[in-house]
């Protein structure tokens, strides 16, 4: 990683943090971008540079977690039209990591679940973007001749069973990796 890219990521990390501090401190509602902006000692400009708006930042990495998605199935090998069984497997290692790297900072994992259960405009903003993973996923499998059927069944199997682990887990990070799998684990019985 070159020096302005490690600066870039610094100043994205930053506005992060100082977004999650001053949320826990005057509640989402009361705090701005200019807020944000200033707590993490970067212009406005810097901020858009980043995020598009304050509920972005609570979002931040989605976006990488679907990039990956996209990317780890589309390189994935497959020696013709994935079954709903082949499709459910896929995204359940896909689900896995993406529990896990939602994970990795607890405390951060904690902080963003409760905004979200907080706040309805967050909870609108996570199922918008649960959706775009679905048919991102939903194209995916239609471009590998999946039939329609499991092209779009299996994401949305996946779908239902890590919100099933996530209501399971309670806002636990240590629990929603694990409850997600229980409940794929429950589809082969």
């Keep these: ?51 598009g708006d304050k509920q972005e930042v609570v979002f931040a990495g989605e976006q990488d977690w679907l990039d990956d998605v996209t990317t780890r199935h589309r390189a994935h090998e497959h020696t013709g039209p994935p079954t709903l069984t082949e499709a459910i497997a896929m995204l359940r290692d896909t689900v896995a990591a993406i529990c896990a790297s939602a994970t990795r900072n607890p405390g951060h994992y904690l902080r963003r679940e409760q905004l979200i259960a907080e706040n309805p405009e967050l909870e609108d903003r996570s199922a918008r973007k649960q959706r775009l993973f679905t048919s991102a996923i939903t194209e995916i499998l239609r471009e590998q001749g999946a039939s329609a059927s499991t092209s779009a069944l299996a994401p949305q199997i996946a779908l239902a069973c890590y919100t099933a682990g996530r209501l399971i887990a309670a806002g636990d990070p240590a629990l929603l990796g694990p409850s997600v799998d229980a409940a794929f684990e429950q589809l082969f019985r």
């Design 1 to 51: 990683m070159s020096l302005r890219e490690r600066k870039q990521q610094r100043a994205r990390e930053e506005i992060i943090e100082a977004a999650f501090d001053l949320f826990a401190e005057r509640g989402y509602a009361n705090v701005t971008v200019a807020d944000i902006a200033e707590r993490a000692e970067v212009g406005r400009t810097t901020f858009f540079r980043y995020f």
